[in-house]
């Protein structure tokens, strides 16, 4: 009866979970099937994006048989290939918050997609990532974020991510687009820089020529980042 008052996927999503923890056999069943027809009309990849990582939960861990892990399976990397096709388009012209929210969703995807080892699906989500790094409609945020995933992926080599880094740092006319795509690139921590001091280098180039005010502006990232 709760399932039939679900909308959200990734709510019915969390609620099939539960059932499995429960052992609730007959209501995990009915839920699995609910989850199957709204895998194939969901078209919020947002939302799609808040359940894969429960899905891929569900499929490596959760108490499933059988077919059943097989069905969890077919329902995830359909809705990664959702995500995987419209991701690009999702995160044009995303606002600070907004942006905030997907980088983080981003990275989740990825993680996801490598528990469960769909190395097809996750070099491909890989090759959307170069893209969107290269892509100068992507959320400042968001661009750094996958620069630094791309990255770290060996998707791109250290001088594709010094050049991506050189363009976003020398975005003046565009006054925080610089601090937004370094907060996206840092948001892993620092530690990347240590290995690289080409990057390090730009990063220190960039804050020497911040005027007092910007510098102001950007020393909290500074802080958090170092």
């Known amino acids: 009866d709760k399932a039939s008052n679900i909308e959200s996927f990734a709510a019915l999503v969390k609620l ?12 995990a ?4 099937q609910r989850v199957s027809n709204q ?3 969901a078209s919020d990849v947002g939302e799609l994006m808040k359940a894969l990582p429960a899905l891929a939960q569900i499929a490596r861990y959760g108490n499933v048989q059988g077919g059943d892990r097989d069905a969890v399976k077919a329902i995830f990397k359909s809705v990664a290939a959702k995500i995987i096709i419209n991701l690009e388009t999702t995160c044009f012209s995303l606002d600070d918050d907004a942006a ?5 969703q981003i990275y989740a ?6 528990l469960l080892n769909e190395t097809e699906l996750l070099n491909e989500f890989r090759r959307v990532l ?3 790094a290269e892509d100068k409609s992507t959320s400042a945020l968001v661009a750094g974020r996958v620069s630094r995933m791309a990255f770290e992926a060996r998707t791109i080599e250290s001088d594709k991510a010094s050049i991506l880094m050189a363009y976003a740092l020398s975005r003046a006319s565009e006054k925080f687009y610089a601090s937004l ?7 892993g921590g620092a530690a990347v820089l240590i290995h690289d001091p080409g990057l390090l280098q730009l990063i220190d180039q960039w804050v020497s020529q911040l005027e007092s005010n910007d510098f102001q502006e950007a020393l909290p990232l500074l802080k958090r980042s170092f």
């Open 29 to 32: 069943k009915e839920i699995m």
């Open 100 to 104: 905030r929210t997907m980088q983080n």
């Open 181 to 187: 795509w370094l907060e996206g690139f840092l948001a």
């Open 16 to 27: 099939l979970a539960l059932c499995l923890d429960a052992n609730l056999g007959a209501a």
């Open 130 to 132: 170069v893209k969107m």
């Open 109 to 114: 995807t990825g993680e996801a997609l490598s």
């Open 39 to 41: 895998a194939v009309v």
